[in-house]
Nanobody, 121 residues
């Protein structure tokens, strides 16, 4: 069983930056795409950003476009999320996700356990 392990969450002031990391527990695990989702208390989980390895296509939600940058290393099954100019509304549990076959990244096959991002105003 493959696990996605996130790290890098924490407390930051509004306007600050954090970098999240996610790595698959097995190097031989092949993915089509990886991405990040987030869920704030009382809200549904929402898409944040994704990267499709074959075409190197990056997608972002409108709420983070221009502030967050997704990157990664396909060979290492590692994905990062650089979060800049953080706002209180970015505060949420952030989840790494991976999809093994071509298809919508919003329907991943694997989820990480989440890492908390807290933004103080």
């Amino acid at each position: 069983q493959v696990q996605l392990v996130e790290s890098g969450g924490g407390l930051v002031q509004a306007g600050g930056s954090l970098r999240l990391s996610c790595a698959a527990s097995r190097r031989t695990f092949v993915t089509y795409a990886m991405g990040w989702f987030r869920q704030a208390p009382g809200k549904e989980r929402e898409f944040v950003a994704s990267i499709t390895w074959s075409e190197v296509i990056r997608n972002y939600s409108d709420s983070v476009k221009g502030r967050f940058i997704i990157s990664g290393d396909m060979a290492k099954n590692t994905v990062y999320l650089q979060m800049n100019s953080l706002k209180p509304e970015d505060m949420a549990a952030y989840y790494c996700a991976a999809r093994r076959t071509p298809g919508p990244v919003t329907q991943p096959d694997y989820w990480g356990q989440g890492t908390q991002v807290t933004v103080s105003s």
